[in-house]
Nanobody
Framework: QVQLVESGGGLVQPGGSLRLSCAAP????????IGWFRQAPGKEREGVAC????????YYASAVKGRFTFSRDIVNNTVYLQMNDLKPEDTGVYYC?????????????????WGKGTLVTVSS
């Protein structure tokens, strides 16, 4: 079982920024893709961004491309989601998740291990 722990959520005004963190066990990035997903109230969970194992390109959902940046600190076994120019529609619980090797097609939430999530609220 891969234990993932998210942090960094909170309340922010539209146009503001937040940085989410996800701490993973040592070696979690060796063979796993890791991604961020979110679920807004009353909506299905959706993919935000994903990095495959190895040196592959990062995938972003079109709704966040250009505003969110996903980075990986292999030494500290932590990934980050820098979120800029936040909009009310970015509100939701953000989850960190992993699956073996590859990111899911279309950033579908078909991951193997999930964190418990951190709440992001964008409101004035």
């Amino acid at each position: 079982q891969v234990q993932l722990v998210e942090s960094g959520g909170g309340l922010v005004q539209p146009g503001g920024s937040l940085r989410l963190s996800c701490a993973a066990p040592a070696g979690a990035f060796d063979w796993n893709a890791i991604g961020w997903f979110r679920q807004a109230p009353g909506k299905e969970r959706e993919g935000v961004a994903c990095i495959p194992s190895g040196d592959g390109d990062t995938y972003y959902a079109s709704a966040v491309k250009g505003r969110f940046t996903f980075s990986r600190d292999i030494v500290n076994n932590t990934v980050y989601l820098q979120m800029n120019d936040l909009k009310p529609e970015d509100t939701g619980v953000y989850y960190c998740a992993t699956r073996t090797y590859f990111c899911p097609d279309g950033l579908e939430p078909s991951m193997h291990h999930w964190g418990k999530g951190t709440l992001v609220t964008v409101s004035s």
